[in-house]
């Protein structure tokens, strides 16, 4: 096969290897997960870690250089992830599916060179979301024409996940006033870009999900790519989007009972009534740990159902392939975010008094579920396989599901 991009400096990984390495990451981040929440030390080397071991460059196409491996080990990534720190597992999200945006919609010019931006280790960050317009899919954010090729970018961007840490930042606009929306590709460190670290969510404390202030910034005709042609026919693009968060909440999960089972067995005393020597035996103890497990593992299971549906589709999308992808996804969503509060929330049921000490930092878990699974509410995911499983009404084709 013809390689469209000269080869980058990350490696190559192959489907089995990409999730080993984000097992690896994932225990590592782990260490120091709570220190880094407690003193919202950003995680600038984990990135560069995240970035040298070829994660990033999972969904390069083969063409350009790259893997080429699908949604449904994407989704695991992130879960493992997430499982070792969600704040981490979350910055990538967006550079995923910009990544893909590049697949879809991009010229072959701009596929090549910024493909291979990717494949030597570098990060597309998030410009999208805009606060304080009428509702999350109103974007004020717009392209001017400025001469010949030449477009003018001014907009405030919020929860610009990933910009601080970028090399590149996609920047959701209006091509022209009121026109389609268009991807304009900025450089990180150009004249007019400020990238403001003032993020101070509750949880996920360290993603630095921030503002990007766009004043002025000269955008040349070749960095700008359509959007809004995504939406016209059938698509994957907003469930693969979606996916990626159920991960990351399914992760959160995982983490938040792994944790709660470790105190447990090490740090919990008994109640006297329950007449056992460790709090890990006491049978209500051990009912929690067997109910939270069967939330998370079915909340594991419904993810890997759902990168499989977003895979299927992408082999052969048309309007019900790509509908049975959303709603796999739908409910991939919904129960990673009611596992990831719920068992976050019932950690200290299990746990006891002592798990509730400041010092111990186990409240991040609830945090960050309970931060991260606003992102998109959870009862529309519900609605809508609701209506599928009423009248076989498939989602909305837009880019929350």
């Given at each position: 096969m013809t390689t469209?991009?000269?080869?980058?400096?990350?490696?190559?990984?192959?489907?089995?290897?990409a999730v080993e390495e984000a097992a690896r990451l994932g225990a590592a981040l782990a260490v120091d997960a709570a220190e880094r929440d407690a003193h919202r030390l950003l995680p600038a080397e984990e990135l560069d870690v995240l970035s040298r071991s070829g994660l990033l460059a999972i969904t390069?196409?083969?063409e350009y250089g790259g893997a080429g491996l699908g949604a449904g080990t994407v989704a695991q990534v992130l879960r493992l992830l997430a499982a070792g720190d969600p704040s981490?597992?979350?910055?990538?999200?967006s550079h995923f599916v910009y990544v893909g945006v590049l697949r879809h919609?991009?010229?072959?010019?701009q596929q090549a060179f910024f493909l291979g931006e990717v494949l030597a280790g570098r990060r597309l960050g998030n410009a999208q979301s805009e606060i304080g317009t009428k509702h999350v899919r109103d974007f004020r954010t717009t392209l001017r024409p400025a001469g010949e090729d030449?477009?003018?970018?001014?907009?405030?961007?919020?929860y610009s996940t990933g910009a601080l840490f970028?090399?590149?930042i996609p920047v959701l606009a209006h091509l022209g006033e009121d026109g389609p929306m268009h991807v304009a590709w900025v450089d990180r460190h150009a004249d007019g870009v400020s990238v403001l670290d003032d993020w101070d969510g509750l949880g996920q404390r360290t993603t630095a999900s921030g503002t990007v202030r766009l004043e002025g910034v000269?955008?040349?005709?070749?960095?700008?790519?359509?959007?809004?042609?995504?939406?016209e026919g059938p698509q994957t693009f907003g469930a693969f989007a979606q996916l990626l968060h159920a991960a990351i909440d399914t992760g959160i999960a995982r983490a938040a009972l792994s944790e709660?089972?470790?105190?447990?067995?090490?740090?919990s005393r008994p109640y006297p009534d329950a007449g056992v020597d460790r709090a890990a035996d006491d049978p209500l103890v051990v009912q929690a740990f067997g109910e939270m497990e069967l939330e998370v593992r079915a909340a594991e299971a419904l993810l890997a159902e759902a990168g499989l549906a977003v895979e299927d589709a992408d082999r052969d999308l048309g309007p019900e392939s790509a509908g049975e992808a959303s709603l796999a996804v739908a409910a991939a969503r919904a129960a990673g975010a009611r596992a990831a509060v719920g068992v976050s929330s019932r950690l200290f049921e299990v746990a006891g008094t002592r798990s509730a000490l400041a010092s111990l930092n186990l409240d991040r878990h609830w945090r960050n579920a309970r931060t991260h699974t606003l992102h998109d509410p959870a009862a529309w995911k519900v609605q809508h396989l609701g209506r599928y499983a009423v009248d076989g009404t498939l989602p909305p084709n837009h880019g929350q599901f």
């Open positions: 469209l991009v000269t080869p980058g400096t990350v490696p190559v990984l192959d489907a089995e290897r390069v196409p083969q981490v597992a979350q910055i990538p999200q919609q991009g010229t072959s010019a030449r477009w003018v970018l001014d907009g405030v961007k919020g970028a090399d590149w000269s955008v040349h005709a070749s960095r700008i790519t359509p959007y809004h042609l995504t939406f709660a089972a470790h105190f447990v067995t090490t740090r």
